[in-house]
């Protein structure tokens, strides 16, 4: 690889559709009998849906097979969807929230080069270098966003700082002193950056910054801008999930108008939500991918319940592969809180095992100095209101530690009189999101 090549590998950035077309076919045959021959859940999945794994004859024959859901990673748990003996899978991570079964995804040595190979491409295409300092600030552990940056950083040849999130004066004397040029966190995060830089006087022009690869949570244009005005960067989308692969799926070009999907790995669809028909490009509707050359854990059409369209249009960047529109919501109703993923309901299976609790709660969510807070407003009976028999402080504090031990993040507890959370005669209104006001 030299410094001065313009792409990572342009055989394949540029390729014809033609091209790539031809390779998806051809991985996806493999995909498919690979989780056929090795997998029970795919083999019956597979069975009971008709698909003979010897018969995909076009990219069309994609629509026969069965769409796989978090609920069958769920039911699954840990291993079940593994399609390699435990002993060639060389990494796990998860999907974050730990109440429930948590979605844990497997990675043998080559599926970890393919992550690599992957989000080093998208990181090189746009204009990262060996010589640049790569600042990963998303959390290492579990989550994929850490582990995914350093490795993609290292196999360009940067100097990977894994700092991870949090302590950020630190974060800014770290990117001062190292004159980091590159940052991966979330969006919300690196706006708190620029607030607590704003407050201890670190100015983003004295500093080597080029570049932010952000993702991991929804973000809007507004806060594109913001993050650029402040950080003076190029502000790239960055978007992934475990279950496909992690940080690598896509991500915008400098042209900033939609996400390159590497499309010689992963093949996505629109679908519409409540019909599971395929729709058209243009058409806005659930991303399913299914992924091409993983060996530990292939995903047959995983709906992602992220929304989106495809985009495939000529880009000024060069780039053939097909674009994505930044992911604008979900059609279930899991929240991003700092990056981690949450759903309502693993609030509601904490809340409801407490006594003298009342099963009327809201959870409140709202952005303050960019970032994420998160509260749960919850009815305590009559009879601890009234007779005052308990301290509603301390209450209060110890059923946050229970939400803490069993999801993972702090949530602040508000208690409230009985009867006076709005009743729904419908859907329980269980979530005020205020972060979709602003
Ligand atoms: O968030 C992977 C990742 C890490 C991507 C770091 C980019 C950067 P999960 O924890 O499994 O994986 O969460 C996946 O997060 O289905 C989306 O709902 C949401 N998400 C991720 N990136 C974006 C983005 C990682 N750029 C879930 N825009 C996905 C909108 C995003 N939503």
């Known amino acids: 690889m030299t410094a001065n090549k313009k792409f990572w590998d342009e055989n394949i950035s540029t390729a014809s559709k033609d ?13 498919v009998k690979h989780c ?48 390699t003996p435990l002993s060639e899978v060389v990494r796990v991570h998860a999907s974050s929230g730990t109440t429930g079964n948590p979605t844990v995804v497997g990675y043998t040595k080559n599926d970890l080069d393919m992550w690599a190979e992957n989000l080093a491409r998208i990181m090189y295409d746009v204009g990262v270098r060996k010589d640049d300092i790569v600042q990963v600030s998303h959390g290492f552990g579990l989550f994929t966003g850490g582990f995914g940056f350093l490795s993609a950083a290292e196999k360009i040849g940067c100097m990977v700082i894994p700092i991870s999130g949090g302590v ?13 040029t590159v940052i991966a966190c979330t969006p919300s995060y690196c706006l708190y950056m620029a607030e607590v830089a704003e407050n201890t006087g670190v ?16 973000w809007t244009d507004s806060m594109k801008d913001e993050i650029e005005k402040r950080l003076k960067i190029k502000a790239l989308n960055s978007y992934g999930l475990s279950e496909v692969l992690g940080p690598g799926v896509s991500c915008e070009c400098l042209e900033q108008n939609g996400l390159h999907i590497n499309e010689d790995h992963f093949i996505a669809e629109i679908i519409d939500p409540d019909t599971g028909k395929t729709l058209d490009i243009g058409e806005k509707g659930e991303l399913v991918f299914t992924s091409l050359t993983k060996e530990a854990f292939p995903v047959l059409r995983y709906r992602t319940k992220d929304i989106s369209y495809l985009i495939d249009e000529p880009c000024a960047c060069g780039k053939t592969f097909i674009k994505m529109a930044k992911p604008m919501g979900r059609s279930d109703d899991m929240l991003i809180i700092r990056g981690v993923n949450l759903f309502p309901s693993q609030i509601e299976e904490v809340l409801l095992k407490i006594k003298d609790l009342e099963p009327h709660y809201l959870i409140v969510v709202d952005r303050v100095n960019y970032m994420d807070t998160i509260e749960v407003w919850v009815e305590v009976s009559e009879k601890i209101f009234h007779e005052k028999i308990m301290d509603l402080e301390f209450f209060e504090k110890s059923i946050e530690e229970k939400l803490y031990s069993s999801i993972g993040i702090r949530i602040k507890v508000k208690l409230k009189e009985p009867k006076t959370i709005e009743r729904s005669e419908g859907k329980a209104k269980r979530v005020w999101d205020k972060r979709k006001e602003k």
């Open 19 to 31: 091209k790539i077309k031809e390779i998806q076919l051809e991985r996806l045959r493999k995909t």
């Open 36 to 83: 056929y021959k090795n997998n029970n859940f795919y083999k019956k999945r597979l069975g009971d849906a008709g698909v003979n794994p010897d018969k995909i004859n076009s990219l069309e024959d994609l629509k026969k097979i069965p769409f796989t859901t978090k609920d069958d990673l769920r039911d699954n748990y840990p291993f079940g969807l593994f399609c």
């Open 168 to 180: 950020t004066e630190r974060q800014l004397k770290v990117m001062k002193d190292y004159k980091s």
């Open 203 to 218: 100015k983003f022009e004295d500093l080597n910054l080029k570049f932010g690869f952000l993702g991991g949570e929804p």
